[in-house]
T-cell receptor, first 114, second 115 residues
């Protein structure tokens, strides 16, 4: 069965520091992978997605993610975090048989200190 | 253009009452999804529509939950005889459909509180 693990429940970084949020997935075939961000009281916004091809994908707001099949990982990165990046981040996998549903990880809450 | 809209934004109801939650997808999006977000369970898939049919309703937690979609557009999620454990934020998403590659775009959600 498909599953997504986000090992870090809560991460705190200083503004301007680099960021890496971890995501590991379990899937029987080539997964479709997504990162979403949810600001307080807001809906989910798509940051980036991976389907095939170049394993390093660029997203909005300066985020990027790298697909590593050998490690079953799809970690999200940003070279320099801004205070406005404080939010909850969700990794998701899709592409199951006869369904387009997404399976989400439990999320990582990012706190940014000035 | 307009995004996914949901109504109401907040709903407070008493245990045992029925509630209806509405979702208006992005125009032209053939696929529509309902998810539930709660503190204990995270983000859970409920049901997926392609057009007016639901090829995957595996996430509906009980027969108290049902959903329909008419005209390939608006969808309504109905919860009968609500229970306190139904309290959650119900999120709707839509996509161009036809493939899991199509990104899903989410609405702001309906916060349901069952007293």
């Amino acid at each position: 069965a498909q599953s997504v693990t986000q090992p870090d429940i809560h991460i705190t970084v200083s503004e301007g520091a680099s960021l890496e949020l971890r995501c590991n997935y379990s899937y029987g075939a080539t997964p479709y992978l997504f990162w979403y961000v949810q600001s307080p009281g807001q809906g989910l916004q798509l940051l980036l997605k991976y389907f095939s091809g170049d394993t390093l994908v660029q997203g909005i707001k300066g985020f990027e993610a790298e697909f590593k099949r050998s490690q079953s990982s799809f970690n999200l990165r940003k070279p320099s975090v801004h205070w406005s990046d404080a939010a909850e981040y969700f990794c998701a996998v899709g592409g199951g048989h006869n369904t387009d549903k997404l399976i989400f990880g439990t999320g990582t809450r990012l706190q940014v200190f000035p | 253009g307009a995004g996914v809209s949901q109504s109401p934004s907040n709903k407070v109801t008493e245990k045992g009452k029925d509630v209806e939650l509405r979702c208006d997808p992005i125009s032209g999006h053939t696929a529509l999804y309902w998810y539930r977000q709660s503190l204990g369970q995270g983000l859970e898939f409920l049901i997926y529509f392609q057009g007016n049919s639901a090829p995957d309703k595996s996430g509906l937690p009980s027969d108290r939950f049902s959903a329909e979609r008419t005209g390939g557009s608006v969808s309504t999620l109905t919860i009968q005889r609500t229970q306190q454990e139904d309290s959650a934020v119900y999120l709707c998403a839509s996509s161009l459909g036809g493939s899991a590659q199509m990104a899903q775009y989410f609405g702001p959600g309906t916060r349901l509180t069952v007293l």
